[in-house]
């Protein structure tokens, strides 16, 4: 797993239009699996990391992991809404949209 830092991207009006990465996507981003993984720290507030999954990668990009989503960007994908995740070294880019199933509580 691949624990990725990363940015986001905001249209005029502040809302979140992207999430950016650099480096991170592995070559082959074939049959990608979304996941959001929602835990409470000590103060029972809500945190959401993003798991992306590439089965067919090699390690350690088989799983990119985005920790800690801001609020904003955890709500759109809440809503089942779909958001550009870009990797801007190779210029890629995926739609992440989460089936609602696919959103579980971590520890």
Request: charged share 25%; with cysteine; net charge negative.
């Amino acid at each position: 797993m691949l624990i990725a830092s990363y940015l986001i991207g905001y249209n005029d009006d502040g809302t979140v239009s992207h999430l950016a990465v650099d480096h991170a996507f592995p070559r082959n981003i074939d049959d990608v699996h979304y996941e959001l993984c929602e835990s409470r720290d000590e103060r029972k507030q809500a945190r959401y990391d993003l798991l992306v999954s590439f089965p067919q990668a090699e390690s350690p990009r088989e799983m990119l992991c985005l920790p800690n989503l801001p609020e904003a960007v955890a709500a759109i994908l809440l809503t089942e809404r779909s958001l550009p995740l870009v990797d801007f070294a190779c210029g890629r880019s995926l739609r992440v949209g989460l089936d609602p199933l696919r959103i579980r509580r971590c520890a």
